[in-house]
């Protein structure tokens, strides 16, 4: 079978891996805000219409499950720290891709937009589909404001992006390629006015750039009716910044599962990463190894029906510069109850090794300072329990809470002197997170659909003052409006608040002021071919600090026409 020489490729590359490691350097005092080394014991595009293998995790099983209902969702992209997700773009959003249910036949287009501060958009897309079991296309964005929210061009920002994706469709497997280029072009410009009318400031030294380039290969079962299910999929990202500093990161991640009976299912996750991050006199080799054998059982045709999943998540992580080889195993549980009709009620634990790497801290704050320290989070377990449902007439529901605890908590926060800058503060110690989620949607057909989530998060800290950079309530309501197959709306609202960060140099602790954020985009399509699209962003005005010092754009708007073919 073909899982068989896949399962060896993929052990072979990690044994290699292991076996490449080379001795660590001995450890150094540790300050506030840095790792205690002796206390770590561990876009949317428009996608081709072939026929994925249905990898659904997420949506609400049946009491009787299918062969298909037994498959896997697969993550190809690394577990992210969620808790107090510090996420909201600065600056002109581009506008929603999403088009109605019923997209018209053409499916290449060209998209060009302009707006206030100087805001450009342009946007293509080339697809292949008429080939024999082979699809290709190809996309290219780019968006940029000339005139930032302060100061003129020295606020600037640039991001430009290109695609090109390949797709086998074969009786048995699906094989598909993708190619990356990223690059992100903006200002450090978090400074004072003061300080911008010095004879020695020089805007070319606050100037940032960072161009990634990814390669990715991936091979998965396409027969959904098959017993046994995997996805194999392997990667390597390049990253570099304007002061050449590096990363480089090759992610390796299998998945399979195979039905034992009716009611009992065998599932396995394996991961694989190798990073290396040099910045200056810095190199940091750091590899991360996961391995996640679980059993899922679901229950017949029973008075309540019920879903148990039980397994374990053995972690290994390594960091040559820290002087880190460590292993750990969490237990994973999982039970979901339907006592009545749609109604589900569920409880687990869990726990994991949530990876930093340069890539993914730079993707929650673009700001970072060099040299920033680089260690991974360890989150010891997660007890968390909560339900969700249809409730009828269209509308859903899902409550959570959650209680973890975490060793290297992450946070943002200024650096000192530089103020414009931010480093990576851990808490060395033991942090535990009290997170209490909430979410309502709706549903009328395909016309109207509105989300509303809430999340509030509780610190508990050892070593640090305060979460800095994270918020304590996180909400969205996101909307979508769909007229006669022409008009097309999406509307949605942020709301963030309690998010602190210190300045150092002065001592002072700052809350920021609460994010409103509201966005409005519309489609209204004026004929088979051609399309006009407005959209408004931070509706209210406000320019609010995600972060210290650094304002956002106001109102502000992009509009422009689009042309299919």
């Known amino acids: ?51 994925p293998a249905n990898r659904i995790f997420n949506k609400i099983p049946s009491s009787n499950p299918t062969a298909e209902q037994r498959k896997l969702t697969y993550e190809f992209e690394d577990r992210k720290l969620t808790v107090g997700d510090p996420k909201i773009t600065p600056g002109v959003l581009a506008p929603a891709t999403t088009q109605p249910d019923e997209a018209p036949a053409y499916s290449n287009y060209v998209k060009l937009g302009a707006g ?3 805001s450009f958009l342009g946007e293509g897309f080339v697809g292949i589909n008429n080939l024999s079991n082979l699809a290709l296309e190809g996309s290219v964005r780019h968006l940029s404001s000339a005139i930032g929210p302060v100061d003129g061009k020295n606020s600037a920002q640039s991001d430009t992006r290109i695609r090109v994706t390949g797709k086998y469709l074969a009786d048995a497997f699906k094989l598909q390629a993708d ?64 002061f050449n500093a590096s990363e480089t990161d090759w992610g390796t991640n299998l998945n399979a599962s195979v039905g034992l009976s009716d009611n009992l299912s065998a599932l396995v996750a394996a991961d694989a990463y190798v990073t290396q991050r040099s910045d200056g006199s810095i190199v940091d080799n750091r590899n991360l190894f996961r391995v996640k054998p679980t059993f899922k059982y679901t229950s017949g045709s029973s008075s309540v029906p019920f ?7 053995v972690v290994n992580q390594t960091d040559q510069r820290q002087n880190i080889n460590d292993t750990r195993a969490f237990p994973v549980v999982d039970i979901d109850v339907v006592p009545v009709g749609n109604i589900h009620l569920f409880a687990g634990v869990d726990g994991d090794i949530n990876r930093n790497t340069l ?88 016309k109207f659909r509105s989300t509303l989530k809430a ?15 994270r918020p304590q309530v996180a909400a969205t309501w996101s909307n979508s409006y769909t007229l006669n197959k022409k008009l097309f709306v999406t509307a949605d609202l942020y709301f963030y608040q309690g998010i602190k960060n210190k300045n150092f140099t002065s001592g002072i602790t700052y809350t920021l002021k609460p994010i409103y954020d509201a966005n409005v985009k519309i489609d209204y399509f004026l004929g088979k071919q051609v399309s006009a699209f407005i959209a408004l962003n931070n509706i209210f005005g ?19 026409i689009s042309y299919s073919f």
């Open 1 to 51: 079978m073909l899982i068989r020489p896949l399962l060896t490729l993929f052990l072979l590359s990690l044994s290699a891996t292991l076996f490449a490691q080379q001795p660590a350097k001995p450890t150094r005092p540790v300050k506030e805000g840095e790792v205690d080394n002796q206390e770590i014991t561990v876009e949317k595009s428009r996608k081709i219409d072939l026929p």
């Open 179 to 242: 190619l990356g280029f990223d690059r992100n072009a903006y200002n450090f410009y978090g400074y004072s006015r003061e300080y911008a009318a010095q004879s020695s400031f020089d805007p070319d030294l606050i100037k940032q750039r960072l161009n990634t380039i990814n390669f990715k290969l991936g091979i998965e079962n396409a027969k959904s009716e098959n017993a046994v299910d995997y996805s194999l999929r392997t990667g390597i990202t390049s990253l570099r910044d304007r």
């Open 359 to 446: 890539r993914s801290l730079l993707s929650e704050n673009k700001w970072l300072a060099p040299q920033v320290v680089l260690v991974n989070t360890v989150k010891s377990w997660d007890i968390y329990g909560g339900s969700k449902g249809n409730l009828g007439g269209g509308f859903s529901y899902e409550g959570k809470v959650s209680y973890a605890r975490y060793r290297n908590f992450s946070t943002f926060n200024n650096t000192i002197p530089d103020t414009t800058k931010f480093f990576v503060l851990y808490d060395g110690g033991i942090s535990t997170v009290l997170t209490i989620s909430g979410q309502l949607g709706y549903t009328q057909k395909d």
């Open 116 to 118: 206030n501060y100087s």
């Open 455 to 469: 999340d509030f998060f509780n610190y508990g800290l050892d070593r640090l003052e305060a979460a800095w950079g």
């Open 542 to 560: 406000q320019n609010y600090q995600r972060y210290l010092y650094y304002q956002t754009q106001g109102l502000n708007f992009l509009g422009g």
């Open 307 to 313: 879903t148990i999943t039980g397994g374990i998540n």
